[in-house]
């Protein structure tokens, strides 16, 4: 681990737009002593000011029974994939693999009815799909057997898959409310099918 000193040195060395993505998209992950290092850069630099203020909502983390709020609120929010409300939203791993050995793996938050649906159709494409590739004969009964192992742990898959949607939203949800997160729900599902595109 870097010094105080190496870490100001590091920084002063960096350029403005590396500083400006440690700011806008790292500095929740960042240990607690690189915060004021950062900060002084971004006014040594006379970045945007608004930069700070970033800052602080991204570190003003969920925690106790304002995180268990916020949890309980997730899971009596308006599902994304169907629209229907108080319907126990949760957080889902949905993954398959289809032919040529390609693979489908997001985490997402929908209500109950639409994971379990989810679910059983992409059991349906590796089923049928996934034997086509080269290694299908081997991938696919092992892929079976993962999910029914990680069947007895769903439950605590679903909190985790939420305390991260909240970690990794937490500035947003801080600049513009609870009331917000339906919203952010939804537009963290389009990233996750975005990213298996």
């Known amino acids: 681990m870097l010094t105080k000193e190496e870490l100001t040195d590091a920084y002063k060395n960096f350029n403005d737009q590396k500083i400006l993505n440690l700011a806008m998209n790292e500095s929740k992950s960042l240990r607690e002593d690189a915060i004021p290092i950062l900060e002084s850069e971004i006014k040594r630099r006379n970045l945007d000011i608004k930069l700070l203020d970033w800052i602080k909502l991204e570190r003003n983390f969920f925690k106790g029974a304002e995180l268990q709020n916020l949890k309980k609120q997730i899971q009596n929010s308006e599902c994304s994939e169907c629209g229907k409300k108080f319907n126990n939203v949760q957080g889902f791993n949905i993954h398959y693999l289809s032919a040529l050995d390609s693979t489908f793996d997001s985490e997402i938050i929908v209500c109950e009815n639409c994971g379990k649906q989810l679910r059983k159709k992409s059991y349906i494409k590796t089923a049928t799909l996934g034997f086509l590739s080269f290694r299908g004969i081997i991938n696919v009964p092992f892929y079976f057997i993962g999910e029914l192992i990680a069947s007895f742990s769903r439950k605590k898959r679903s909190e985790k898959i939420i ?21 952010l729900i939804g537009h963290h599902n389009i990233q996750q099918a975005k990213q298996n595109e």
């Open 163 to 183: 305390e991260e949607f909240i970690f990794q939203n937490t500035g947003l949800i801080r600049e513009y409310g609870n009331e917000k997160v339906y919203e």
